[in-house]
């Protein structure tokens, strides 16, 4: 009886650090539903406003946004950490529940990376499928600050959604050669027409159909360096949710003209996004089951 419950235990201990509450998703819990107005340019995000972006860093300084997707998955750029690969494990932090870089408050939490996953396609020069994913060393809690975004279950599901407004948010520069912001920064962007965004005067056909223009045609709104990874938030009328549409990619420079931000489209990625954290999660739980077993041979031996 005594070995049953300790079996029981451990099982426990072992899987409770691998579910994830992907059933709520996408509220935020300390700002109501955007409005009807627009906002042209960027402004300080309301305390609570994007409670699923990250603050992604190295050796403590900010590096790249990021999105997290559950209470172990954050969503991030490749080129955020193709070239830093041998220092990601040790120099790599993930800080959530931020709003002033350089004054984390009560709300924040700090995890480090336990593994990254890199889209296998990425594409240095194009910069198709700039995806990656991070497994966290540990779980985050979910508080008011702190909360998991939706991802779209594929491209049909992004045009039910009908968005009705969609923002981005980052520590990026104002401008392109500028310095980070300490306050995270919002701005309204609409989604530009792929066709549109391939025009001869605009991106002349490198947006590829992994990639989604979005910003305003005048370039008012736009991010910039350091927004990179970081989320493109559509928020669905009918669900009264935010979905992730997109991961800030690259653009030419910020705030042009016909030059709107390039994003990741996260629906084209809905099977690679499922199936890399499925991977993972049944590859712990296969050690998981390993090592309850060879407690249990241990345990049963000392009998
Ligand atoms: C960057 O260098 C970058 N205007 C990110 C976004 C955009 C341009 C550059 C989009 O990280």
Redesign the pocket.
């Known amino acids: 009886m005594e070995l049953k419950a300790l079996v029981l235990l451990l099982s426990a201990l072992c899987l409770s650090d691998l579910t994830s509450t992907q059933d709520s998703c996408g509220k935020r819990l300390l700002v109501a539903a955007p409005g009807a107005f627009r906002i042209v340019g960027g402004r300080e995000a309301p305390e609570g406003a994007w409670p699923w972006q990250v603050s992604i860093q190295i050796q403590s300084r900010h590096h790249c946004g990021g999105t997290i997707l559950s209470n172990l998955w954050v969503l991030t750029a490749t080129h955020c950490c193709h070239k830093y690969l041998r220092i990601i494990k040790s120099h790599f932090r993930v800080v959530a529940g931020l709003n002033v870089l350089s004054g984390p408050g009560d709300q924040t939490q700090i995890r480090s990376v336990r593994e990254v996953k890199m889209h296998k396609d990425y594409n240095g020069i194009t910069s198709d499928n700039d995806v990656t994913l991070l497994l966290l060393s540990s779980p985050l809690n979910f508080t008011d600050h702190v909360q998991p975004v939706c991802t779209p279950h594929n491209l049909a599901h992004e045009f039910i959604l009908n968005f009705s407004h969609c923002f981005i948010s980052g520590w ?1 520069s104002p401008s392109y050669g500028g310095r980070l912001m300490n306050r995270l920064q919002e701005a309204e962007v609409e989604l530009i027409d792929r066709t549109k965004c391939n025009l001869i005067t605009w991106y002349n056909g490198i947006i590829t159909e992994n990639m989604i223009c979005a910003g305003l045609e005048s370039g008012a709104a ?7 990874g970081g989320p493109l938030q559509c928020y669905s009328e009918d669900e009264d949710r935010f979905y992730v549409v997109g991961v ?4 030419h ?3 042009l003209p016909h030059k709107p ?2 994003y990741a489209r996260t629906s084209r990625f809905a099977g690679w996004l499922k199936a890399s954290q499925g991977a993972s999660v049944s590859a712990a739980r296969r050690l998981n089951t390993r090592l309850i077993s060879a407690l249990l041979s241990a345990a049963l031996t000392l009998l």
């Open positions: 990026g736009d991010s910039c360096q350091g927004d990179s800030t990619s690259f653009g420079e910020c705030g931000g390039v």
